[in-house]
T-cell receptor, first 114, second 114 residues
């Protein structure tokens, strides 16, 4: 059974710092991996999707990498801002297909201090 | 604008009542999903549907029921058999027919049992 772990559960950094959020998964046979952002009381917003054949994806100040062999992904946030404060979740999709289910980590709650 | 809508945003239920949560999408996505989110537990899959008139149980289906009569709609009924229904419920969809099968989420429904 796939398990996704995100450690630490919470992180507080000063504004302007570059930071890395980690995600690990136990079964490397994945279809893709997706990073989400969730603000309190809201739904999830997709940040980046990495297909199993890709190594990284970039969007603005965000860069996500994927190392299937080691079961790890990182989300790099450059020059963090208070508006980046939110919970960040990673999820992996089972290899059974494009419509198969995602397995989520519990998320990392990020606080960026002004 | 394309997206996923969930209604109502807040729902209060008395013990012993069944309630139905609405989820509609105009993204023309084949697959739809229902998740439950509890503090400290992350997202857990309740049911998912990969195609109209077909759906599968997720990890915590007991006490819930769904239907998928139309591609756009995937309502979730929380029955009186669900012992602890107070939670944040999230609906999602994916376009499996695309090579870029990103999962999108609705804004969520918060259900409280009185």
């Amino acid at each position: 059974k796939q398990e996704v772990t995100q450690i630490p559960a919470a992180l507080s950094v000063p504004e302007g710092e570059n930071l890395v959020l980690n995600c690990s998964f136990t079964d490397s046979a994945i279809y893709n991996l997706q990073w989400f952002r969730q603000d309190p009381g809201k739904g999830l917003t997709s940040l980046l999707l990495i297909q199993s054949s890709q190594r990284e994806q970039t969007s603005g100040r965000l860069n996500a990498s994927l190392d299937k062999s080691s079961g790890r992904s990182t989300l790099y946030i450059a020059a963090s801002q208070p508006g980046d404060s939110a919970t960040y979740l990673c999820a992996v999709r089972a290899l059974t297909g494009a419509n198969s289910k995602l397995t989520f980590g519990k998320g990392i709650t990020l606080s960026v201090r002004p | 604008d394309g997206g996923i809508t969930q209604s109502p945003k807040y729902l209060f239920r008395k013990e012993g009542q069944n309630v139905t949560l609405s989820c509609e999408q105009n993204l023309n996505h084949d697959a739809m999903y229902w998740y439950r989110q509890d503090p400290g537990q992350g997202l857990r899959l309740i049911y998912y549907s990969q195609i109209v008139n077909d759906f599968q149980k997720g990890d915590i289906a007991e006490g819930y029921s769904v239907s998928r009569e139309k591609k756009e709609s995937f309502p979730l009924t929380v029955t009186s058999a669900q012992k602890n229904p107070t939670a944040f419920y999230l609906c999602a969809s994916t376009n499996g027919g695309s090579s870029y099968n990103e999962q999108f989420f609705g804004p969520g429904t918060r259900l409280t049992v009185l």
